[in-house]
């Protein structure tokens, strides 16, 4: 183990231990008796284990190494941040409504954790992957269905382009009175969100591959189809899986917006805005970070899933 | 002459697909309100006791108090007297609501957008904020962080900020990702060779940001900027939601859908369209006249 790698890990390890130690305080768990506030050796010693985390992540930062260690950086970063906002938080008595402690959180998040559940299923399950599937497959459908016909490609690329600069989350209201407040309003705001950025990517890849691969093809007397499917498809994938991994995060920010506009009694986006008006503060962060764990998981699955398919390209190879 | 005669090639050959294309919107538009107020207008404009033509219901159908689809010209004369018949303070004319969510979009534009071009500047240059903070940033762009726009509404609410700031704040957020994940790109994109000259000319940081890294950044920062605008309008109008406010299109739609006014929503969806394209077009514009003076393609 080279010399700089176990001083950050002594640093690390030396500010983790004060940093339990700190949160044993009675103020730091907010155990204060009625009417004290936190004394100046407290302060003291959170000050001083600021330095000691910022040193650490400095270190840590400044070690050369593979990929890990930028994660591992990051992720020391990330547990410094709640620590100090848990610590904080507690310490000054915010107000819960400003902000609630990370424990707290979690707390909602255990409590409520059917309630969680129910509108996972609701808005996730239901809404989001059914609107991202339809969307996204109907993309994917119209760009080959027009891909041999110029005319209607000229056509339909610019009107496709341009709604990436509407926006198209406001179609809410107009499908909540269409398909009712269930979820179907919810899949058809993220169909129609999805499937323009699915169709401008599919068309871009289709016309990815080279000269030179499909003057082969050509040259083995492949016809139309063939070349499709041998060549111009397998070569659109990392478009298609680009239009894929956005469409995740359009598709989940199009069914909780929707869900803004007007739902059922479970949902993401309702149980934000509903809990929201109620002050119930910790139930509102909860809900948020399963949103924001569902659109990272998905992304990363999507990432795994592309490195399967498109093993072969650059890109993939290169990472 | 021959420039001439090009640029009508072009405009046929680029121009009539799209022209084809809206037409055939039009009608199917105007197919779909046939079919989709169909049975409305059976039930209740047209005669029950008489029997009635195909050409009566046709009338009927383009023609309804509260159809379930507003036809195009429904939606057309709607708009276009929204803002002509009222006073432009008037909470009925569109350009009001125009004006109250393109101010918060804007504002919160432009704040995202310093803010994302000052921590991209740190992160270029400081090893700890690239290796702890960039990771964040880029992840977040998986993440829907329009949803936190309900608890930036009750912070600032509570904070006693009301109007414009909680409004710009969400806009401002949405901005600020995509322009300081750009930018930390762009920054970075001056080849080995340039930054090396900087450093035998004796060039300061500052001198080499200012006349290397920022130039060499604008290919990467407009196309975030429109995408930033873009989402910023998105936010201001999801911030308009909650609060009960009274005022710009986010609002406009809400209200439209509590008293089943169909054809207020259509116009208010037409109106917000129409405002995320002049803002793009704005940036784009903006984009064209840097890269113009600075001699860039």
Not at chain 1, 261 to 270: D, R, V, Y
Not at chain 2, 124 to 149: E, F, G, K, M, N
Request: aromatic residues 10%; charged residues 10%.
């Amino acid at each position: 183990m080279n010399r700089p790698l176990a001083n950050t890990l002594l640093f690390v390890g030396v500010g983790l231990t004060s940093a339990a130690v700190l949160m044993m305080q009675p103020a730091a768990l907010g155990q204060l008796p009625e009417g004290t506030t936190p004394g100046a050796l407290f302060w003291l010693a959170t000050l001083a284990l600021a330095g000691l985390a910022i040193q650490s992540v400095r270190l840590m930062a400044a070690v050369s190494g593979g990929r890990w260690v930028g994660s591992a950086t990051a992720a020391l970063f990330g547990v410094w941040i709640v620590y100090f906002w848990q610590l904080l938080v507690v310490a000054f008595e915010v107000p819960r409504v400003l902000l609630p402690p990370p424990s707290l959180i979690v707390q909602a998040f255990a409590r409520h954790s059917e309630v969680l559940w129910g509108d996972f299923v609701q808005t996730v399950l239901k809404a989001v992957l059914i609107g991202w599937g339809l969307g996204s497959g109907l993309g994917f459908m119209v760009a080959v269905a027009i891909d041999r016909q110029p005319f209607l490609q000229r056509g339909l690329l610019p009107l496709a382009s341009l709604t990436s600069t509407i926006p198209l989350v406001a179609v809410a209201p107009i499908a909540v009175m269409w398909f009712g407040f269930e979820w179907p309003s919810k899949a058809a705001v993220v169909v129609l969100m999805t499937f323009f950025p699915m169709l401008v990517s599919t068309l871009a890849g289709l016309k990815a591959s080279g000269k030179l691969e499909r003057e082969l093809m050509y040259s083995y007397a492949a016809g139309y189809s063939r070349t499709l499917l041998a060549l111009r498809l397998p070569s659109a994938l990392p478009f298609i899986f680009g239009a894929l991994k956005i469409n995740a995060t359009l598709a989940l920010i199009g069914a909780i917006v929707a869900e803004f506009f007007g739902s059922p009694t479970s949902g993401l986006g309702f149980r934000i805005s509903t809990e929201a008006s109620r002050m119930n503060m910790p139930l509102v962060w909860s809900a948020i970070v399963v949103a924001a764990v569902t659109g990272s998981v998905a992304y990363a699955i999507l990432v795994q899933f592309e490195r399967r398919a498109a093993f072969w390209h650059p890109s993939v190879r290169g990472a | 002459m021959t420039a001439k005669a090009s640029q009508w090639q072009r405009l046929q050959r680029d121009g009539l697909p799209v022209l084809v294309m809206l037409v055939a919107a039009l009608l199917l538009w105007y197919a779909g309100a046939v079919w989709l107020n169909a049975a409305g207008a059976i039930e209740r404009v047209l005669p029950t006791d008489v029997p009635w033509t195909w050409q009566q219901l046709l009338a009927a159908t383009m023609d309804m108090q509260r159809p379930v689809l507003p036809t195009p010209h429904q939606v057309g004369l709607d708009f276009w007297s929204s803002l002509v018949d009222w006073p432009l303070d008037s909470p009925r004319n569109l350009l009001f609501h125009v004006a109250v969510t393109a101010e918060s979009t804007l504002w919160g534009f432009v704040m995202g957008t310093l803010l994302g071009l000052l921590l991209a500047v740190l992160i270029v240059h400081s090893r700890t904020l690239d290796r702890a903070l960039l990771p964040w940033i880029v992840a977040s762009q998986t993440v829907p962080v329009l949803a936190i726009a309900p608890i930036v509404l009750v912070i600032l609410g509570s904070l006693g900020f009301a109007g414009v700031a909680p409004k710009a704040v969400i806009a401002m957020y949405l901005c600020f990702f995509p322009v300081t994940v750009a930018m930390v790109q762009g920054l970075r994109s001056p080849q080995r060779i340039e930054t090396e000259m900087m450093h035998t000319y004796a060039a300061n940081w500052w001198q080499a940001l200012w006349l290397l890294r920022l130039p060499a950044s604008l290919p990467f920062l407009f196309p975030a900027l429109r995408v930033g605008i873009a989402a910023g309008l998105v936010g201001a109008m999801v911030a308009e939601l909650p609060t009960g406010a009274v005022a710009g299109l986010g609002a406009r739609l809400l209200t439209g859908s509590y008293y089943g006014n169909t054809v207020q929503i259509w116009s208010a969806l037409v109106m917000s369209a129409l405002l995320g394209l002049a803002l793009t077009t704005a940036v784009a514009g903006i984009e064209r006249l840097v890269l113009r003076r600075r001699g860039q393609p």
